[in-house]
């Protein structure tokens, strides 16, 4: 069935510097994902998306990249702040389908 | 503007017994979204609601229902509670059933059940 994982299950980065926070989907009909940010105590919310016809796509501090070959989603956030951390999800969907599939997703602690 | 509100913040209930969950949209938005979020894991899809009717539904026992009202809020329902039952259960919306196609779901901040 549908699958959407996380490679790290936890990420610690010294604030300031970049993180990388990878998945993996097993869906190849897949063409639109997103990355949702889940602070503690409160509901996901959402950071960027992309569709299955491009492969990056960059918001302010956040860049997201799709390869399809490998199935394989990346966020990547610039100048990591306290406010950063998080619990951060990937989510894939099939158009059509309007059911997004999540991940586990990736606790990230920024280290002040 | 009010964003999506859920009630109640938390609910303690017993095994066998019956929970009722509660959701508001956002104006305007006139689909909703169930997810169930057990600790440390990921978000399970429960119901998608659009105009009234229930479009799909995740890979959960008849004992999840609920239903959406004229004013687009929305009701979960979930009967004969069990022990693995307690979650977070979160509820979004978005604009007609946009969020696989164009859009994103704005969640609330969910509605803790415990299940003792």
């Known amino acids: 069935g549908e699958s959407v994982g996380l490679h790290l299950p936890t990420l610690s980065v010294q604030e300031g510097d970049n993180s990388i926070i990878n998945c993996a989907y097993s869906?190849?009909?897949?063409?639109?994902f997103i990355w949702y940010k889940q602070e503690s105590g409160k509901g996901p919310q959402f950071i960027i998306d992309i569709r299955s016809n491009m492969d990056k796509r960059q918001g302010q501090r956040v860049t997201v990249l799709l390869n399809k070959t490998v199935k394989h989603l990346s966020l990547q956030i610039a100048a990591t702040q306290p406010g950063d951390s998080a619990v951060y999800f990937c989510a894939e969907n099939m158009s059509g389908n309007e059911k997004l599939t999540f991940g586990t997703g990736t606790r990230l602690t920024i280290i002040p | 503007e009010a964003g999506v509100t859920q009630s109640p913040t938390h609910l303690i209930k017993t095994r066998g017994q019956q929970a009722t969950l509660r959701c508001s949209p956002i104006?305007?938005?006139?689909?909703v979204y169930w997810y169930q979020q057990a600790l440390g894991l990921g978000l399970q899809f429960l119901l998608w609601y659009d105009e009234g009717e229930e479009r799909n539904r995740g890979n959960f026992p008849p004992r999840f229902s609920g239903r959406q009202f004229p004013n687009y809020s929305s009701e979960l329902n979930v009967n004969a509670l069990e022990l693995e039952d307690s979650a977070l259960y979160l509820c979004a919306s978005s604009l007609a059933g946009t969020s696989g196609a164009s859009g994103e779901l704005f969640f609330g901040e969910g509605s803790r059940l415990t299940v003792l």
């Open positions: 104006s305007g938005h006139t689909s």
């Open positions: 869906n190849s009909a897949s063409d639109y």
